[in-house]
């Protein structure tokens, strides 16, 4: 961190536009970290938002409920087909524990002992707690702690731009589909198996082929394992659909949702799960199957008050065949990103874009540069007005929801100059 002398305040933020204390302006490449829908200072979200805080701040949801969340819950259930219950939570890697600890405690609420394994794919990233560093175990993000998470069963995932030696990119989808099957099929250990929904999204923007995630959900129901879908940050238009698992074709047990929630002017998560699921944890107080989990804020009145104003604006403002006709600006960017000599691969679905730097483009060489790649693309960025922020070697670019067609393009027009600018630093 030595290499950060300073941070830019931001000030104050208006539709995809960030100003700091100085007057300059940065277009909002990363939505504020993936999370925001309708662009900054959106007046009826805040008007929400002041509406609510007049009436009831927060009282939790400990014996007592709340108008907002009831809401909330119940129209998370109406959008959110085979989902039955909702437990909220404060972000996402809280949901994603709340969905692990609820997966292993609902065998053992039945009686199933031995099914205490987790399943997940290389790569993935589901969150920043134990547990979610447990199942979405990114070496480069948490080799510090391996000796203190908890064992997983991971499979590889099918990333078209680095297939092994020897397989084609079929051939790759069926072998690691085939390991899959292979493992589950066997001791019958095997509780529940963890996946983001549609693609990987930290773990380098890979996007699942045609039929994986659903035939990955179809042995999970063939060998009796549950099915846990992570929607964080994919779900809520981010790819293109409301909920990816509906255009996957993929029903979980459990889902969790995030970032985009509220809009991304509150912080809230919700974990949703289906009647059976649900049903285990019901019993007298002595057979002791309550799920033991809370949080002080869980489901907090005025974030509850704004993700019911949000989910509205969604269907009143058609922003899912909105944001399908807007990204497809992205595909008109294709060749001439493509054609810069240290860009080894473009991922590309709905308002999210992978574009991997490497050194050598013929042999796929990564990019190694003695200086943070975050920061040389930061600096570049800033210099052309957006605020950029890669992973690794994928320069990502993950607007507001919202974003017109014109800034869809001026985006695209400042990244390519961005990338230029930074070539002669990374190589």
Known sequence: ????????????????????????????????????????????????IANQSKKLQHSSLFNLTNEPAEKLAKNLVKISPGMHRVFYSDNGSSAMEIAIKMALQYWKNIGEEKKSQIATLENGYHGDTFGAMSVGYVPEFFG??????????????????????GFTFSDYQNHCLEKIETRLSKNNDVA?????????????????????QRKIGMICKKNNVLFVLDEI???????????????????????AYGKMLTGGYLTMAATLTNKRIYDSFLGEFHDWMHLFHGHTYTGNPIAAAVANENLRMYQKKHLIKKIQKTSKIFEKFYQGISEIDIVGDIRHKGMLMGIEIVKDKEKKTPINPKKSINK??????????????????????????????????????RTVKTIKAARSQVL
């Open 233 to 255: 940050a994919t779900g809520f238009g981010r790819l293109g659909s409301m909920l990816q698992y509906e255009e996957q074709k993929s029903m979980p047990d459990i889902v």
């Open 376 to 413: 040389i693309f930061f600096e570049e960025g800033k210099k052309h007005g957006i605020y950029l922020r890669t992973l690794g070697n994928i320069v990502m670019l993950v607007p507001p929801l919202s974003i017109t067609e014109k800034e869809i393009t001026w985006l695209l027009l």
């Open 1 to 48: 961190m030595r290499e950060w002398e300073g941070f830019r305040s931001i000030k104050s933020a208006k539709g995809v536009w960030l100003t700091d204390s100085k007057g300059n302006k940065m277009m909002d490449a990363v939505a504020s970290m993936w999370c925001n829908v309708w662009g900054h200072s959106n007046p009826t979200l805040i008007k929400t």
């Open 192 to 212: 529940a198996f963890v996946m983001e929904s549609g693609a990987q999204v930290a773990g380098g923007v890979i996007i699942y082929p045609e039929q994986f």
């Open 144 to 165: 510090k702690f391996k000796k203190q998470l908890f064992s997983t069963i991971q499979f590889p995932v099918p990333n078209k731009y680095r297939l092994p030696k």
